[in-house]
């Protein structure tokens, strides 16, 4: 089991940006898929974007076309730590962003953070 701490969300106006970060306690990401997830008020939880750990290289990246182009996940192997950086924020961004991780062979995220919240302001 991998423990994920998230951290860096905030309060931020339209068109800025924010940096999310994902660190995990109890064992490395190796060998793990790590995604980003949000959930607005009173909306499903939907996939934003996620990253396969990889020892060497920036690791095989994959996003949601609402923010394709805007959002960055990267990771840092030495602490351990996934970012999400989040650029050019629109108020439908708005939401608790979650990260979690799962095996690579597996289908399902079983390990999840306790969210963080993002809000956007006009």
């Known amino acids: 089991q991998v423990q994920l701490v998230e951290s860096g969300g905030g309060l931020v106006q339209a068109g800025g940006s924010l940096r999310l970060s994902c660190a995990a306690s109890?064992?490395?990401?190796?060998?793990?898929?790590v995604g980003w997830f949000r959930q607005a008020p009173g909306k499903e939880r939907e996939f934003v974007a996620r990253i396969i750990w990889s020892t060497w290289g920036s690791g095989n990246t994959y996003y949601a076309d609402s923010v394709k182009g805007r959002f960055t996940i990267s990771k840092d192997n030495a602490k351990n730590t996934v970012y999400l950086q989040m650029n050019s924020l629109k108020l439908e961004d708005t939401a608790v962003y979650y990260c979690?991780?799962?095996?690579?062979?597996?289908?399902?995220?079983?390990?999840w953070g306790q969210g963080t919240q993002v809000t956007v302001s006009s």
């Open positions: 109890g064992r490395t990401f190796s060998g793990y898929v």
């Open positions: 979690a991780a799962r095996r690579i062979a597996a289908t399902q995220y079983d390990d």
